[in-house]
């Protein structure tokens, strides 16, 4: 079964970088999957960030676009976030996911999830 | 982006009750709808995919409908360990978008 694990500084400086990484593990990150990153603000509900394919081919969050950038490093089996410019309102659970074609349809879902890694922003 | 709007946003309701919730899509997007369980402190867990068809795992109390822009996801007998925070979200588009969620509360 495979398993996903978020890591990354928990304390972030306004107007920095969020960078963060999610660990594929029982599982091959070149897979015919898509991997991605979705958060939630405290209290709040679910925002999705963005999503990197085994072939580097992303799609991100229109809002978000400008700040995000999800890459592979497929030597160590884990893909990446990187937020820049982050204000108090990056302050969220980061978790990450994999998308995957449900039950062989053309359907897709997220199916595992991380445990999510809390991000705080503040001087 | 696709506005994904979930009503209500909370409810109380008993053991037993029969539970529905609605998403209502800002445009047409088929049955790329998947309904996912938020309980505290957790990750979310993928209930339903395509409106309709339960993941693996899933009790057969939980059950989806619709296409086009209106859905309902129906809990027909609530347990307690259904107590918890339930998401629609959109996979018609290249960008996915949740809906706000709806809190299931015990009365």
């Known amino acids: 079964q495979v398993q996903l694990q978020e890591s990354g500084p928990g304390l972030v400086k306004p107007s920095g970088t969020l960078s963060l990484t999610c660990a594929v593990s029982?599982?091959?990150?070149?897979?015919?999957?898509?991997w991605t990153w979705v958060r939630q603000p405290p209290g709040k509900g679910l925002e999705w960030i963005g999503e990197i394919y085994h072939s580097g081919t992303t799609n991100y969050n229109p809002s978000l676009k400008s700040r995000v950038t999800i890459l592979l490093d497929k030597s160590n089996n884990q893909f990446s976030l990187k937020l820049t410019s982050v204000t108090a309102a990056d302050t969220a659970i980061y978790y990450c996911?994999?998308?995957?074609?449900?039950?062989?349809?053309?359907?897709?879902?997220?199916?595992?999830w991380g445990q999510g890694t809390t991000v705080t922003v503040s001087s | 982006d696709i506005q994904m709007t979930q009503s209500p946003s909370s409810l109380s309701a008993s053991v037993g009750d029969r539970v529905t919730i609605t998403c209502r899509a800002g445009q047409t997007i088929g049955t790329y709808l998947n309904w996912y369980q938020q309980k505290p402190g957790k990750a979310p867990r993928l209930l339903i995919y395509a409106a309709s068809s339960l993941q693996s795992g899933v009790p057969s109390r939980f059950s989806g409908s619709g296409s086009g822009p209106d859905f309902t996801l129906t809990i027909s007998s609530l347990q307690p360990e259904d107590f918890a925070t339930y998401y629609c979200q959109q996979s018609y588009s290249a960008t996915w978008t949740f809906g706000q969620g709806t809190k299931v509360e015990i009365k």
């Open positions: 996911a994999r998308k995957a074609s449900v039950a062989g349809t053309a359907y897709y879902g997220l199916d595992v």
């Open positions: 029982a599982g091959s990150i070149s897979s015919t999957h898509w």
